[in-house]
């Protein structure tokens, strides 16, 4: 029997990557391949008092549907949070809530894109976002970066020659996969093209409560005078994934469409995903959490780094990450990092290589590195491990020469 799938599968086929990364699941690997939160600062005893509090209080209400917009508690908690942290001055009516942040990306896609329509994005962009977009059949247009992200006048001059572009999607603090963060002047000067130009942009900020040092930058949500931004934020790096609750935030035009767009999907987020958290807001100090959060991933941060200007060769370039979960490795330029990422699978180490988050591919030469999950000394260990496998290559480079 031939089977005819729609045309939009075609560009969603398997990788190899996945293949690989596969094999990183084995207990003997130190994975830094995985984007995960730290298990163990899970809260794992307060949400076993909150769900029985929650059903012991409302229980036939957290078992019921709820409304598609989401949990109204839930939603003032973020909406003050947000006015709090990303400078935002917004209420509850601008939330929805979703299962997590990457159900708002494939909503964007949805109330977007058509297909060969344009979206923008950095390069290298979060390789689930790339994904979920793909979905929609749109083309990629990758914006240069550099150490400060996104360059603004190749956006720009992109914007000027490019026709049907639909929405940029940008992540301004502790880019998935680079770690990078746009200072204050990018931000201001996005903002200034995008007001000239009038692009609706996603503002993907799973990671900016996750900032280990350094002045909280404003949000581009905070400094939108013309309702093009849209915000996606989610519990799952600064809370725990397993909940599946995200959202968006969105000018009443706009979030009209993605409420819509979720009737469609699944009704609502579940109504006791929602009522946990929004308690555990109530009686816990969400901050407190975070700060326990930020401790670990700190030390983490500069334990990996000091290991790697010890344990890797010279001739390497690394992010330095403020905050967030990643570090991002550029190799020179002719060595691919998924050859590399076999030898070190050999070795019982592994990270992504780096090729999956261009959108339009044809970058080999870097990789990403994820300092949350593994205890201090797989970080040493491993980065020791990926010094040998590096330092192999590096030389056979040398002697080349
Ligand atoms: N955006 C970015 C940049 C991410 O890195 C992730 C996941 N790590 C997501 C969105 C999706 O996260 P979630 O659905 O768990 O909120």
């Known amino acids: 029997m031939a089977i005819t799938f729609a045309r939009r599968m075609e560009g969603l086929k398997g990788s190899e990557i996945r293949e690989l990364l596969k094999l990183t699941e084995k207990p003997e690997i130190i994975s830094f391949a995985g984007g995960l ?16 509090l929650v059903l012991e209080e409302s229980g036939t209400a957290a078992l019921q549907y709820t409304t598609t ?11 003050d949070r947000m006015n709090s942290k990303n400078k935002t001055n917004i209420d ?48 990629f247009v990758e914006v240069p970066t550099d150490n400060q992200g996104m360059i603004m006048e190749e956006l720009e001059n992109i914007i000027k020659t490019t026709d049907r572009i639909k929405m940029i999607y940008v992540i301004p603090d502790f880019q998935n996969p680079t770690g990078r963060t746009w200072p204050l002047e990018r931000r201001n000067k996005f903002m200034e093209i ?17 900032r280990f040092e350094g002045e909280n930058l404003p949000s581009l949500k905070s400094m939108d005078k013309k309702g093009l931004v849209v915000f996606l934020g989610s519990f799952s790096k600064i809370f725990c994934p397993g909940y599946r609750i995200g959202w968006v935030c969105a000018p009443e ?8 767009v979720k009737q469609g999907a699944d009704l609502q987020a579940s109504t006791i995903s929602q009522r946990e958290i929004s308690k555990f807001m109530d009686i816990y100090d969400l901050d407190e959490h975070v700060d ?35 570090t991002w490795v550029e190799l020179p330029s002719h060595l691919n990092s998924k050859v590399i990422m076999e030898e070190c699978i050999a070795s019982n180490v592994a990270y992504v290589p780096g090729g999956s988050f261009f959108p339009n591919g044809g970058k080999e030469n870097n990789f990403r590195l994820n300092y949350s999950t593994m205890p201090d000394e797989k970080i040493v260990e491993g980065i020791k491990r990926l010094g040998v496998v590096l330092r192999k290559h590096m030389e056979v480079e040398a002697e080349s020469l």
């Open 253 to 260: 035009e706009i979030l009209s469409k993605y409420i819509f």
């Open 194 to 210: 995008i007001n000239k130009y009038e692009i609706p942009v996603i503002e993907d900020n799973p990671y900016g409560e996750l």
């Open 69 to 79: 917009e989401g949990f109204p508690p839930l939603r003032e908690h973020i909406a």
């Open 37 to 52: 939160p730290a298990p163990e600062l899970f809260p794992v005893e307060e949400m076993k008092k909150i769900s029985t």
């Open 292 to 326: 326990k959060i930020k401790a670990v991933y700190t030390r983490r941060r500069d334990l990996m780094l000091k290991t790697m200007k010890e344990e890797l060769p010279e001739g390497l370039e690394y992010t330095y990450p403020e905050g967030g979960l990643f």
């Open 92 to 139: 509850k009516d601008s939330i929805l809530i979703t299962n997590g942040s990457q159900q708002g990306l494939d909503f964007s896609g949805k109330v977007f894109l058509d297909e060969d329509d344009v979206v923008l994005c950095e390069s290298p962009s979060y390789l689930g976002a790339i994904n979920a977009f793909k979905a929609y059949q749109p083309k």
